[in-house]
Nanobody, 119 residues
């Protein structure tokens, strides 16, 4: 089992930056993938970015603005979000899975942290 706890959300203005953090505990060793997902009001939860070893994936709308990183020694996952836009407003979730594929199959989730971007 893996437990995930996010932090770092908040309310900011368009153009500002935020860094989300996720602390993982439990059986986190071995081949694994971590990622950030988000769910806006009235919409489905979608992938934002994922990371496994030196490989990363970004959804098109955040590429060039967001950076995902992972510190395995500290069991931490980060999402640096720059040039935030109102459309980035959502609940952001940290996710974990065993394996190597960057997409699909995430089965451990955090409780989510709210990010609100005002115009």
């Amino acid at each position: 089992q893996v437990q995930l706890v996010e932090s770092g959300g908040g309310t900011v203005q368009a153009g500002d930056s935020l860094r989300l953090s996720c602390l993982a505990s439990g059986r986190t060793w071995g081949n694994s993938v971590m990622g950030w997902f988000r769910q806006a009001p009235g919409k489905e939860r979608d992938v934002v970015a994922t990371i496994s070893g030196g490989m990363t994936y970004y959804t098109g709308s955040v590429e060039g603005r967001f950076t995902i990183s992972r510190d395995n020694a500290k069991n931490m996952l980060y999402l640096q979000m720059n040039s935030l836009k109102p459309e980035d407003t959502a609940i952001y979730y940290c996710a974990f899975k065993y394996g190597q594929s960057l997409l699909g199959g995430f089965n451990f989730w955090g409780q989510g942290t709210q990010v609100t971007v005002s115009s």
